[in-house]
C-alpha cells in the first residue's frame, strides 16, 4: 500500500477510492510507525540547529515536550468493529486500540532517545516528556513548559509536534470511518506528516546569551467539552469560543487581523468553526485565516507548532502584515486551544 503527495492520486487496495496525501518526499519514504516519526523529528531538531537558536552543548538545563497523536480515529475505529462483530479479530495485532496503546509505549520508551542520541543532544532527565494530546494538545504542552520555566526548574524548554496520519493501518482507519477526501467523498481531510520545534525562553535569559527573539507568547488556554467527532452530536463550538476567548487580548480595539486554525476539509470540523463566529467578537470575521492543512494537509499533533511557526516566519518575512496572531486549535475528541504569539520588538 503507498500513498504519494501532490496532485498524484494513489489506489489503495482494499478501499475503492483514491487518497491525495501530503508525504514528505524521499525523508520518509521506506519508514513507518516509530521511524516515520523519528524521521520527521530528527529533520525538525537538524533545522532547529541549522536556524542558530540553540548549541547540543546547552541543552543541559533544557527540557523537552513532545505532542504525539492521540490515537483517536484508531480508538474509534477498533471500538465499532468491536460491536459490529464481538469476535473480531484484526488482521495485524497493531491494528486495534490495544495496539495503539502499544505503540504509545513503544514511543515513551523509544522515540526520545532515538532523536537525541544520534545528535548528540542531551535534555534535562527529569523533564524529557511525550504528550498525547491531538491538536489541541498542543497548547496543554505550551503551558506546562511555561510553568517550569517561570519556576524556576529550567532556563529553556523545546516544545514541538510530530505526527504522520499516512501510515497504512491509519490511512485504512480513516477510510473506513469516512472523513478522508477521495472522488466519491470530497468533503474531507487529505493525511499529511510534519515535526515542528519552538524553544522556549525567559526574555531575560535570551539577552543574557545574545540569542535572537523571533516571537512573544502569550498565556495559552485550554477547554473541553463533552461533543466529539463521532458522539452523535452536532458542534456548537462552545469550548473553542470560551479558548479563544480567553486567548484574546484584553486591551478593547486589539483583536487580532490573523488567525490560524486547524481547519482540514472535514464538514463536521467546518460546521464547529462557522457556529464559533457566530458567538466571538465581530472583528475576529475580517481577520485573515491561514489553514495549514492547505499546504500539508492533515498533520495531527504536529498542527499546533506548525501554526506557530508559520506565524514566526510572517514577522521574520514582513509578510504578516500584523504583529499580533492568534492560534486556535480543535482537537476531534473534544479539546479545545488557543493562543497568541506578538512580534518582538
Not at 110 to 121: D, N, S, V
Not at 212 to 241: K, N, T, W, Y
Request: net charge negative.
Amino acid at each position: 500500500m503507498e500513498l504519494q503527495d501532490g496532485e498524484d492520486y494513489t489506489y489503495l487496495p482494499g478501499i475503492g477510492g483514491a487518497v491525495i496525501g501530503h508525504a514528505v518526499r524521499y525523508h520518509t519514504e521506506g519508514y513507518s510507525g516509530l521511524g516515520r516519526l523519528v524521521r520527521l523529528g530528527h529533520a525538525a531538531f537538524a533545522d532547529l540547529i541549522a536556524q542558530g537558536h540553540v548549541s547540543p552543548g546547552e541543552l543541559e538545563d533544557t527540557g523537552l515536550l513532545l505532542n504525539l497523536s492521540d490515537g483517536y480515529f484508531l480508538k474509534e475505529r477498533s471500538e465499532r468493529q468491536e460491536k459490529s462483530s464481538p469476535g473480531y479479530t484484526p488482521d495485524d495485532e497493531t491494528d486495534n486500540a490495544e495496539g495503539y496503546l502499544q505503540f504509545q509505549q513503544e514511543c515513551e520508551e523509544q522515540l526520545i532517545p532515538r532523536l537525541c542520541e544520534p545528535m548528540g543532544l542531551r535534555f534535562h532527565p527529569k523533564h524529557r516528556k511525550l504528550f498525547f494530546g491531538g491538536p489541541a494538545g498542543f497548547a496543554s504542552i505550551l503551558r506546562t513548559a511555561s510553568e517550569l520555566i517561570q519556576s524556576g526548574q529550567l532556563k529553556r524548554c523545546i516544545v514541538g509536534g510530530i505526527d504522520s496520519l499516512i501510515d497504512p493501518l491509519m490511512i485504512h482507519a480513516l477510510t473506513e470511518l469516512g472523513v478522508l477526501k477521495t472522488p466519491s467523498h470530497p468533503v474531507g481531510q487529505m493525511p499529511g506528516e510534519a515535526a515542528a520545534l519552538l524553544l522556549l525562553e525567559r526574555h531575560a535569559q535570551v539577552r543574557v546569551r545574545a540569542a535572537r527573539i523571533d516571537a512573544l507568547l502569550a498565556e495559552p488556554h485550554i477547554e473541553e467539552e463533552h461533543v466529539h467527532r463521532f458522539s452523535g452530536q452536532q458542534p456548537r463550538g462552545i469550548a473553542l469560543v470560551k479558548a479563544i476567548s480567553r486567548a484574546l487580548p484584553q486591551q478593547s480595539g486589539q483583536t487580532p487581523k490573523l488567525l490560524i486554525g486547524n481547519l482540514n476539509g472535514d464538514e463536521w470540523r467546518a460546521r464547529e468553526w462557522g457556529m464559533a463566529l457566530t458567538k466571538l467578537p465581530p472583528a475576529l470575521r475580517d481577520a485573515r485565516l491561514w489553514i495549514p492543512a492547505l499546504s500539508f494537509g492533515e498533520i495531527g499533533a504536529a498542527t499546533g507548532a506548525v501554526a506557530a511557526c508559520m506565524g514566526v516566519r510572517a514577522f521574520a518575512r514582513g509578510y504578516a502584515r500584523t504583529e499580533d496572531v492568534l492560534i486556535w486549535l480543535s482537537s476531534d475528541n473534544g479539546q479545545k486551544g488557543a493562543f497568541r504569539i506578538t512580534q518582538s520588538r
